[in-house]
T-cell receptor, first 112, second 113 residues
Framework: DQQVKQNSPSLSVQEGRISILNCDYT??????FLWYKKYPAEGPTFLIS?????DKNEDGRFTVFLNKSAKHLSLHIVPSQPGDSAVYFC???????????FGKGTRLSVIA | DVKVTQSSRYLVKRTGEKVFLECVQD?????MFWYRQDPGLGLRLIYF???????EKGDIPEGYSVSREKKERFSLILESASTNQTSMYLC????????????FGAGTRLSVL
C-alpha cells in the first residue's frame, strides 16, 4: 500500500509560468516532508523540506505547502525555467533512522 | 559538501554472475541505503543499514544482500544476477534526525544480459 502518492506521472508547463506538483500521504505519523529533483543519469538531489508544524516553506523560486488535515503537500515553482525539467520525488520522514518513504515521481517538462 | 560515491556508473553483466556494487560516503553518516529506480515504479528500497555490521531489509530485498564492514562503505551484492535486476541502482546516506535528509550518489546503471 503506497503511503506517499504522486498521482500525476507527468506535467508540462510553459517557461515563466507556475509549476505545481502534488503529493498525498496516508500516514499521519510522518513529521517531515521533502522534495527531491532528479535529472536523467544522476542521483536525486534534495530540494526543499517542510516540518509538519508548518504550512509553508519557501526557498527562492521553490515553495512547499502542507495541508495536514488533507494529508496533502504541493511544490510550487515560480517562475518555471527549462532547467527545472526533471523528475520530482516527494518523500516523507517518520524521523530518526527510519528510511524516507518516496512517491513514484512526477516528470516536469518546462517548455521554452 | 556531502559526497556519496558509487564505484561504477555503468555495468554490464551476464545472467548468473555475482555482482558487487560499491558505495562510499565521506560525511561520517550513520545511515546508508540502497534503492533501485525503474520507470513508473519510483525509488524502491532494497536494504538499509544504520550502523556498521547492521542491516535491515527494505521493500524488495529478494535476490540481494548487503555488507557494511566500515562506516563509510556499503556494498550491494547480487548473488546470481538475473535479467529482471537490470535497473538504475542508487546509494544514499543520511545523518538521521528529524528531517533525515538523504544524500544520493550518481547511480549505477546495471544491465544484465
Amino acid at each position: 500500500d503506497q503511503q506517499v502518492k504522486q498521482n500525476s506521472p507527468s506535467l508540462s508547463v510553459q517557461e515563466g509560468r507556475i509549476s505545481i506538483l502534488n503529493c498525498d500521504y496516508t500516514n499521519s505519523m510522518f513529521d517531515y516532508f521533502l522534495w527531491y529533483k532528479k535529472y536523467p543519469a544522476e542521483g536525486p538531489t534534495f530540494l526543499i523540506s517542510i516540518s509538519s508544524i508548518k504550512d509553508k516553506n519557501e526557498d527562492g523560486r521553490f515553495t512547499v505547502f502542507l495541508n495536514k488535515s488533507a494529508k496533502h503537500l504541493s511544490l510550487h515553482i515560480v517562475p518555471s525555467q527549462p532547467g527545472d525539467s526533471a523528475v520530482y520525488f516527494c518523500a516523507a520522514s517518520g524521523g530518526g533512522n527510519t528510511p524516507l518513504v518516496f512517491g513514484k515521481g512526477t516528470r516536469l517538462s518546462v517548455i521554452a | 559538501d556531502v559526497k556519496v560515491t558509487q564505484s561504477s556508473r555503468y555495468l554490464v553483466k551476464r545472467t548468473g554472475e555475482k555482482v558487487f556494487l560499491e558505495c562510499v560516503q565521506d560525511m561520517d553518516h550513520e545511515n546508508m541505503f540502497w534503492y533501485r529506480q525503474d520507470p513508473g515504479l519510483g525509488l524502491r528500497l532494497i536494504y538499509f543499514s544504520y550502523d556498521v555490521k547492521m542491516k535491515e531489509k527494505g521493500d524488495i530485498p529478494e535476490g540481494y544482500s548487503v555488507s557494511r564492514e566500515k562506516k563509510e562503505r556499503f556494498s550491494l551484492i547480487l548473488e546470481s544476477a538475473s535479467t529482471n535486476q537490470t535497473s538504475m541502482y542508487l546509494c544514499a546516506s543520511s545523518l538521521g534526525g528529524d528531517q533525515n535528509i538523504q544524500y544520493f550518489g550518481a547511480g549505477t546503471r546495471l544491465s544484465v544480459l
